[in-house]
């Protein structure tokens, strides 16, 4: 009866995984399945994968274990979805034609410009394909830092060394001044990116956002974070995109999975960011802070992570949505070594997080 409750939230379009099922039958083990308040409660806490789950969760809970109610009920069909023109359909006859070249030209760019404002998680598969081109409109520029070596520079610091040397060499007759300024390098930058249940729906559109900044940026490192650590930059280094995503599922063991923020990210920090790589970085965390752990441990290792970079960026998809508050405990834990708090749910708060990196 629990798995068959299990598999009729996954029909109704909640991401239950096999592990989520395995670990509602043990808490409702534990809390004794004649207490059907005990048993709502162990299948909310094991089976939901984020906020928006929880309508259809009551939903589905109360027709399985209260049959006798008037169900079935209609379903609220939720606020309407405002419609997306679609773009026109050319007729290769009408080529010589010009009179409506115009009208064509601004009905294309007010669906572009719609389509870069929508939840990537509301759209179709058509909406989706014409999405993943508009990402290589996205030009990821690398933050710099200044280093310790100086370079010549037609204004900043006087160059004392350089303006003697010029002097001694012209037999001590006056010249111009010689000036120099510090060198400055790309800063690095780490993109670790949340692929647990809850995040499913916004995966593919992170991972070709984080191609971009691998394929255009020279210090990239892209890791996933779910129920483990999975280091994917090599995979993300196809030109193509597809391909790079391809490379990237067979290198992931965990997607759709439980999601462990604070071991995950200890890790990272032992292994990858106490060495060097996260040392003066601009760490990127994609994630909805949903956390399936210890939420104390994710704030110390943020608290870590934010001691060793240069800024920390966390993205949540859900921050762009109206009434949203971080009271998740995951994110408040997370919150108070956060330089930057984002939206992701769109390429067009995509496009604000390029900038925010850029500005770094």
């Known amino acids: ?55 259809r ?29 679609r773009f026109p359909e050319l007729d290769a006859s009408a080529e010589g034609e010009t009179g409506d070249d115009d009208e064509v030209i601004r009905a294309v760019a007010t669906t572009s410009d719609v389509l870069r404002h929508r939840d990537v998680a509301t759209l179709d598969a058509a909406e989706r394909q014409r999405l993943t081109g508009m990402f290589a409109t996205l030009q990821p520029t690398a933050p710099l830092r200044r280093t310790s070596r100086q370079a010549r520079w037609h204004r ?26 510090p060198r400055v390098r790309p800063r690095r930058v780490v993109l670790l990116v949340d692929v647990s249940g809850s995040m499913s729906a916004y995966a593919d559109s992170l991972l070709r956002l984080s191609h971009r900044f691998v394929t255009t940026q020279p210090r990239v490192e892209v890791f996933t974070l779910g129920t483990r650590l999975t280091h994917i930059t090599r995979a993300l280094r196809h030109r193509d995109p597809d391909r790079a995503l391809i490379a ?26 106490q060495r060097g790589l996260a040392r003066g970085a601009v760490v990127v965390v994609f994630s909805d802070g949903w956390e399936r752990g210890d939420a104390s441990l994710l ?23 109206v009434g949203y508050e971080p009271v998740q405990q995951g994110i408040a834990a997370a919150l108070p070594s956060v330089d930057d708090f984002l939206a992701g749910h769109s390429l067009a708060t995509f496009a ?5 990196v850029a500005r770094a």
């Not at 043990?26 to 005990?38: I, P, Q, W, Y």
């Not at 599922?249 to 890790?267: A, F, Q």
Request: overall charge neutral.
């Open 248 to 273: 990237a599922g067979e290198v992931v063991p965990d997607w759709s999975g439980g999601t462990r923020l604070g071991e995950t990210l200890r890790i990272f920090l032992d292994r990858w960011g």
């Open 57 to 85: 969760y009551d939903q589905v809970f109360e027709a399985w274990f209260d049959p006798d109610s008037d169900l079935p009920r209609r379903r609220d069909p939720g606020p309407p979805t405002p419609p997306v023109a």
């Open 156 to 181: 900043g610091r006087l160059d004392t060394q350089r303006t003697l040397r010029d002097t001694l060499r012209r037999m001590g007759e006056p010249g111009d001044l010689a000036w120099r300024r």
């Open 299 to 321: 704030g110390e290792q943020m608290a870590r992570l934010h001691r060793l970079a240069h800024r920390v960026v966390w993205v949540n998809p859900h921050r762009g949505k």
């Open 352 to 356: 604000d997080l390029v900038e925010v």
């Open 1 to 55: 009866m629990l798995l068959g409750f299990a598999r009729a939230l996954r029909a109704a379009g909640v991401p239950v995984t096999p592990d989520r099922s395995h670990g509602f039958v043990e808490a409702t083990a534990l809390v004794g399945l004649d207490d059907r308040r005990a048993t709502y409660w162990a299948g909310r806490a094991t089976l939901c994968a984020g906020p928006d789950d929880l309508t």
